[in-house]
């Protein structure tokens, strides 16, 4: 794997083929088709999260759930190992009679710190996952994709698909049903 | 029948009023948010934002005499060791946690109509953290040395005792500050990138791309997105709900009458949770009516947060009650003597502004005409505020004033400079609010666009109405 935060973009002649279509029933349709197509490398992009859609194309669940359970448990972990070095091992103090480890007197510190984990694991996970930041892409030199934060909802297919064929894909999302259908150059 | 706000027709899809009136549709509500962004600073944003500035401003003087002088300049006295300083953090914080509720409860709840005044609640959140991060900085005295509120490593064989609420507190808030602004920012970028393609400038088109980190709505990108979100709101709940709780500690954990009680955990976020809403209010009512949201932030949203404000301020209420209940039941007498103390004693005048303002006044909220009234809502609201303000004075300074030792009974009164720095957060507050409204999309465009009617896959399509009385019926056979 290479750098994560750079896109991994194979050099070619054109980037892949975008079509925008109508509204979300629309898009959901032609996800549905394209998965059964057997396409591999290809998106939909919405202004909001279509309902159903990750079904319709076939997406695996996401892996976050773990990222963030892992990070809050350690979090957790390493919170109360911090109180109990504190109190036990570093600063070994009587205070009101208490045992030197005193853990339900811990146990707030424990639950704020595997919270803290758990948030930064999901955002940064997150974001990882998605390969974010990536502040250039092909799809933005598109004219119409800037709709996608609008009004727009597209579908793009990648030009190194095993099924991409440029006059075949751009015919097969104008049959689906696509608006206005561009081979996006690679940048 | 037209639609109107009275009768508006009905969501095709889910057979229920909508959210958003008006006829919006996505490309419509891309421009009710983003456009007064692109439009050149209106004069009337001059007006607000000035005086915060100028409030904000006595917030240096207050504090810059502070650090020169020492707390020496407060009113503090022998008894009353702690007043506006911890008055002022517990109120902020507790302003904090309607953001919270609204972005992290009520969307695990699904309540829908959480969408339009999400952004600007969870915006509210922060703002109101960082004036509340301020008092206990600056109480200390020895700002220079609020480091040792930390467990870092040190020369001075000296670390804070995790035992104590105190520092539960530190980790607590600071935790919950970071947190709301890490949902905050997640829940903007999709927004940020919005405002990125629209943008016109090379200016703009560089800041907002970069803080939208390219965001392109790839569903496979949603996908993470939304699982994040569900996360965050899973995360957050419990948070908030710890915080105030601890915050409660710093005072339940003393031996103080009147502050060692178990309600205190609840009693209080029910009470942040009520102040926080009304701050909501306050904040809303101008806001829609200066950018003209009118169809966004609908009498709905209104009705909703002043039912949340009715059913937290009679549980707030209750505790009221409760606390003078268990002060007899218990047959403590210190106990007892704390509770007559407050609503009869030297601060009984502040005891009873609470109680107004906090359980009579808002019964008007039990009315349908006064929660849709935004005249009534808008002073109910600022009502409250003063209300929940004074119930934490009303805590901390009569449990302190009249301590176990009537010899070293006192009566505190706060000098200029307490009042200039409550003032001046109110000015960081609404210095923030200000800037924010005018830079950032006050309303989460992508989450309001998925709720509407047209954001449905199914919308359009034909809907299968099961009618009973045309269903055939089997006759029964003996």
Known sequence: MSAPLLPQLPAGPCYGALGRFAGPRELLHACERIRELG??????????PVHGLDGAMGLRASRLPWIVLTLALSGAAGAMLLQWWVHTQAYPLVISGKPLFSWPAFVPVTFEVGVLFGALGAVFGMFGLNRLPMHHHPLFESSTFERATDDGFFVSIESWDPKFDREATTRLLRDLGALDVELVPSS | MAPTEETPDLDPVRGRAPLILGGHDFPSITRAVCDPLERPTPSGWWLFFLPSLALLSLLGLATGWLFWEGIGIWGLNNPVGWAFDITNFVFWVGIGHAGTLISAILFLLRQRW????????????????????????????????????????????????????????VFAVSIYGTVSVLFWYVGLVPDLATVRDRARTLLRRRIFGALALGWRGSNRHWQHYERAYLILAGLATPLVLSVHSIVSMDFAVSQLPGWHTTIFPPYFVAGAIFSGFAMVVTLMVITRKAFRMENLITIRHFENMAKIMLVTGTMVGYAYGMEFFIAWYSGNPYEGFAFLNRAFGPYAWAYWIMVSCNVILPQILWWKKARTNLAILFVMSLVVNVGMWFERFVIIVTS???????????????????FLALLGSFGLFFTMFCLFVRFLPIVATAEVKAVLPAADPHHGEERVVLDVSKAPVREATT
């Open chain 1, 39 to 48: 396409f591999t490398r290809w998106d939909a992009h919405s202004p909001f």
């Open chain 2, 114 to 169: 959480r969408t339009s005044i999400n952004r600007s609640a969870e915006a509210m959140t922060i703002f109101a953290v960082m004036c509340a991060l301020i008092f206990p900085g600056i109480h200390v005295g020895r700002i220079w040395v609020a480091y040792w509120m930390l467990p870092l490593p040190n020369q001075m064989s000296m670390c804070p005792n995790f035992r104590s609420p105190l520092l539960w507190d």
């Open chain 2, 400 to 418: 302190l004033h009249r301590d176990f030792l009537p010899s070293s009974w006192d009566y505190y009164v706060p000098t200029i400079w307490e």
